[in-house]
Each structure stands twice: as C-alpha cells, then as structure tokens.
C-alpha cells in the first residue's frame, strides 16, 4: 500500500483542498474490518459504503456539535439515571440469584452503552432491546 507524506502547510492545502478527488478515499485496514466490520466512520468514506456512511457521519458529528455548544443536557444526567439503572439491576439480580453470585459484566456493559446512545441519540433503550444488545 503506498504512503504520501504531505510535510508543509502549502502542500497539504494543495492536496486536499484544490486536488481532493485526486487524494479522496482511505486505505482500507484489516483492523478497521475486524472492530467495526467495515461499517465505521473513521475510516471509510462515501464511496466505501455510501449512504449508510454518510448517516452515521451525519448523526456522529450533530451529536459532538450539540454537546460542544451546550444544546443537549449535561452528560452527567445520562450517567446518573444509567447508574440508577444499573444498580436497580443489580440489585434485582441479587435478589433472584439461588446462590447469591452474579456477573455484573452484562449489565455494566448494557449500561454504558445505554449512556453513549443517550448522548448521542437523545434516548435511552430498554435492556432487552435488540439493537442494544447488538451494539
């Protein structure tokens, strides 16, 4: 695979903004293909995936632009009613559990990725949902 090294201001301007197609695209990376199965937005582009890349671009940098100029609430409440969750999950677990032992792992897993959606979609999905699971 070769490799440009654009080193100065001057050049990179050249490049990327009066010759962009000539340097559009990215590489395409084994590592990219193993986490995010190819479908990532970092390292693909349009022309990769297409509308399904400009989506997720569209919504990934909306979310970052609303927080970076305040027009979401704080992050602090996403994590704390995911706490909430979490510990009334796990508590309930507690609660079932014949021998007393439980793995937290799931449900910390579950509770996290419930925060992220929250931020970044504006709601939060219930334990059992499909998608979340997924993700």
């Excluded at 992050?75 to 507690?94: D, G, R, Y």
């Amino acid at each position: 695979m070769p490799v440009i090294v654009l080193n100065n201001i001057e050049v990179i301007k050249a490049a990327l903004i009066r010759q962009k197609g000539v340097f559009a695209g990215r590489p395409s990376f084994a590592s990219n293909k193993l986490v995010s199965l190819g479908l990532g937005v970092a390292f693909n582009d349009p022309e990769s995936i297409g509308r399904d890349w400009l989506y997720r671009w569209t919504k990934m940098t909306r979310g970052l632009h609303n927080y970076a100029v305040g027009k979401r609430t704080d992050i602090a409440k996403h994590i704390h009613e995911e706490v909430s969750f979490m510990t009334s999950e796990l508590e309930k677990q507690c609660r079932e559990s014949c021998t007393g032992y439980i793995d937290p792992e799931p449900i910390v897993r579950l509770s996290v990725g419930n925060a992220v959606c929250a931020m970044c979609f504006g709601k939060r999905y219930q334990a059992d949902n499909e998608i979340l699971q997924e993700l």
